[in-house]
């Protein structure tokens, strides 16, 4: 259900019935018509902006409206409904201002001037400009609105207390608009206000202590709370730092989901499928050259050979038996892949991570790199849950974490069966 517009879009339907029924001058109409063109422009910006912060993905839940929140966020501190942020007066954000948008993006308080969780990222878009603010919330004003009242959190105790979440804002929170860094170029600032503030790649990449509070600002990888899934360093090459890729690899994979490096997958492909895509290739340049420049260099000191146990070499070779039944056919007998098709498992970093939980996950469930524009028909790996059980997969991921040259931890089958949960 949808109720009436709100006051912006009724002011352009004052407009445009007073320039058609003559009651304005020609300069009254030419400054109306101005003031409609700029109204039109910011929107359109926002909606731009909306895109890159990708609002989308946690405020519209599956089969939902767009924007109309209800999806549910699991964290150790409890479950957080996303709200309805389109325009209707009751169930959304139509009685709120441009001030109260801004409080909540800014300074993490709701209108009525509670706290808000960090769940909702504004730690980092505290470092969203003013007129960005603006503009995404002329966007959110110009939506039909929609009538969906969602149900509230249910927040465990003792995180259910204001006074408790006024501490940790007093430990982790630091607010401010981001202020560019002379000594670096354009590109660069640019790409750092949209990787640290708008995108809020922190709230994934960066690791994360028992109260949720960042344990750096260095995006050194962690688990993302609240799901199943690792989101790897963005600084160490043995994991998912750029420092040795080209600019035009680091966009490529940003844009497409897919370079002759890596493949996204999980809540990652979601964001290069809904977010990323969409942003002009001025700024994927620019969070390239910033991702570039973070990354750490490759430690070039020969590894020794190792030497394994007899119990583990059998261990890996029982995992070589399903790997050589279930993957050889599409990942190739020494692990190198398909360019293009089917990634290699061989000196692949996403398979050699400290965590092995995204190598485990996409054994059981397969999945897809994002269908962009740029790759509008990725191939993608079937699930094998149901074919495989738990020590063989535990196995088979233990064989390519340590076969042909990679050096990876084992997985045993409890890891496997941890491992489970719902994808997001």
């Known amino acids: 259900m949808r109720n009436s517009s709100g006051a912006g879009l009724m002011s352009k339907w004052l407009i445009i019935v007073c320039v058609a029924g003559g009651l304005l001058s020609p300069m009254q109409t030419a400054l109306a018509q101005a003031l409609a063109d700029s109204d039109a422009e910011q929107i359109q910006r926002g909606e731009y902006l909306a895109r890159a912060g990708n609002c989308m993905g946690c405020h519209t839940t599956r089969g939902g409206e767009p924007y109309a929140g209800g999806r549910k966020l699991n964290t150790p501190f409890g479950q957080f409904v996303t709200p309805n942020i389109t325009p209707d007066n009751e169930t959304g954000i139509g009685r709120w201002n441009s001030e ?125 709370m609240g799901t199943y899934w690792y989101a790897p360093s963005l600084v160490s090459p043995l994991e998912a730092g750029v420092s040795e890729w080209s600019i035009e690899d680091i966009a490529k994979l940003l844009s497409t989901g897919i370079n002759g490096h890596a493949v996204t997958s999980g809540p990652m492909a979601t964001i290069v499928r809904q977010s990323l895509q969409y942003l002009s290739d001025y700024d994927i340049r620019s969070m390239a050259v910033y991702l570039q420049s973070l990354g750490e260099k490759r430690d070039s000191t020969p590894r020794k050979a190792r030497k394994m146990p007899e119990q583990v070499r059998q261990y890996i070779a029982l995992g070589q038996e399903v790997y050589e039944k279930h993957c050889q ?16 498992l061989a000196g692949n970093r996403s398979v050699t991570m400290i965590s092995p939980l995204n190598a485990i996950r996409s054994v059981l469930y397969g999945g897809y790199p994002p269908a962009t524009a740029g790759n509008p028909r990725p191939y993608g790996m079937p699930p094998y849950q149901h074919f495989i059980r738990d020590p063989e997969i535990a196995q088979v991921v233990s064989y390519i974490r340590n076969a042909w040259g990679n050096y990876g931890s084992l997985v045993s089958p409890e890891d496997v069966d941890n491992s489970r949960g719902s994808e997001f």
């Open 100 to 224: 109260d948008f801004w409080q909540a993006l800014h300074y993490g308080k709701s209108k009525d001037g509670r706290y808000l969780y960090p769940a909702f990222p504004y730690t980092e878009y505290t470092k969203v400009t003013r007129p960005d603010a603006d503009a995404i919330f002329a966007y959110l004003r110009s939506l039909p609105p929609v009538v969906q009242a969602n149900p509230p959190h249910k927040i465990n105790s003792p995180y259910d207390n204001q006074a408790l979440l006024f501490l940790w804002r007093t430990r982790y929170f630091n607010e401010g608009v981001y202020q560019p860094d002379k000594s670096k170029s354009d590109e660069w600032n640019r790409g750092n206000y949209l990787v640290q503030g708008l995108g809020h790649c922190n709230a994934c990449h960066t690791p994360r202590n028992v109260w949720g509070g960042s344990r750096d600002d260095k995006m050194s990888g962690g688990k993302i």
């Open 329 to 344: 056919d599409c990942h190739g007998k020494s692990g190198e892949g398909v360019p293009g098709i089917y990634p290699p």
